[in-house]
């Protein structure tokens, strides 16, 4: 199953002067927002997340359609070796994984994420 979704950096909604804390902290998992505080660019990684976040919820809810969107339950983890990859943990009772790819353009990200099956 693929999910993607698309972070228009160039719209005001993504501007982090137009949202306060409580965004990452309503989304984000405390391991996730020291990731974006300790980022040298923390828009590109707070946006990258968000966007892997939603594409991993639209492919697992294709597979899967009682699959809820809880943003803190899809955690990112960033691959080590591949920039351009991440993987989704959905949730410590359910230990599946979800591959992610990202890709830029300048003015946005796009997340495709494959979902098992």
């Given amino acids: 199953m693929i999910g993607n979704d698309v972070v228009d950096l160039c719209d005001r909604d993504a501007d982090s002067a137009t949202f306060s804390a409580r965004f990452d902290e309503r989304v984000f998992a405390p391991s996730e927002r020291s990731r974006i505080a300790m980022s040298a660019d923390p828009e590109n990684c707070r946006w990258r997340m968000w966007s892997a976040k939603e594409a991993a919820y639209k492919a697992a809810r294709k597979a ?54």
Avoid: M, Y
């Fill in 64 to 117: 899967d359609p009682t699959v809820l969107f809880s943003p803190k339950r899809f955690e990112v983890r960033f691959s080590e070796t591949d920039s351009q990859g991440a993987e989704i943990c959905l949730g410590s009772t359910n230990p599946s994984r979800i591959e992610v790819q990202f890709f830029f353009d300048g003015s946005s990200v796009h997340a495709v994420a494959l979902a098992p099956g």
